[in-house]
């Protein structure tokens, strides 16, 4: 069964406090992995694809990498606006159109 | 550029009355939909999604059902609601690997 495990669950930084958010796998075939960004209330925002390991994607204060078993998503010099929920899901070769999501992680970033 | 409703933002309902919401796209064609609920603690929980008109896939065995009576308008519904259907629900629609999500409704039920 494909699964998504993220890590830490929660995780509380300081402003300007670098750190990474952690999205291990377990897939029968990998065919893209998105990271997405949800505040409280409200839908999931897309923010990367990555489909190949050694894959990197930058936005801003964020940069994505993914490896053949895991992902990461770097946050460098988090600002208060940075605080949500970070959500990671995978597409598999046997999962048609479906994707499978982690539980998440909590980011709180304090001024 | 492209748009997700979802209506209403919030509703209370009690147990045993039925249900209804609805999600609908602007600015795109033929879009794969999809259904989700999220709990608190339990992350993401697909639903149903459709590939096309009044195609329908279910992943979940549940009191709830989904249809799709134009090509981009996606229903949920149930005919009489439990209390474990309560929780945040999403639509959210893709063309090729992305999902994009609507604002979702947060389903209270009492």
């Known amino acids: 069964e494909d699964q998504v495990t993220q890590s830490p669950e929660a995780l509380r930084l300081q402003e300007g406090e670098s750190s990474s958010l952690n999205c291990s796998y377990t897939?029968?075939?990998?065919?893209?992995l998105f990271w997405y960004r949800q505040d409280p209330g409200k839908g999931p925002e897309f923010l990367f694809t990555?489909?190949?390991a050694g894959e990197e994607k930058e936005k801003e204060r964020l940069k994505a990498t993914l490896t053949k078993k895991e992902s990461f998503l770097h946050i460098t010099a988090p600002k208060p606006e940075d605080s949500a929920t970070y959500l990671c899901?995978?597409?598999?070769?046997?999962?048609?159109?479906?994707?499978?999501f982690g539980k998440g992680t909590k980011l709180t970033v304090n001024p | 550029s492209q748009t997700i409703h979802q209506w209403p933002a919030t509703l209370v309902q009690p147990v045993g009355s039925p249900l209804s919401l609805e999600c609908t796209v602007e600015g795109t064609s033929n879009p794969n939909l999809y259904w989700y609920r999220q709990a608190a603690g339990r992350g993401l929980q697909l639903l149903f999604y459709s590939v096309g008109i009044g195609q329908i896939s279910s992943e979940v065995p549940q009191n709830l059902s989904a249809s799709r009576p134009q090509d981009r308008q996606f229903i949920l519904s149930s005919k009489k609601l439990l209390l474990s259907d309560s929780g945040f629900y999403l639509c959210?629609?893709?063309?090729?690997?992305?999902?994009?999500f609507g604002p979702g409704t947060r389903l209270t039920v009492t």
């Open positions: 899901a995978v597409r598999t070769r046997g999962g048609s159109e479906k994707l499978v």
């Open positions: 959210a629609w893709s063309r090729f690997y992305e999902q994009y």
């Open positions: 990555l489909y190949s």
């Open positions: 897939v029968s075939g990998l065919r893209g």
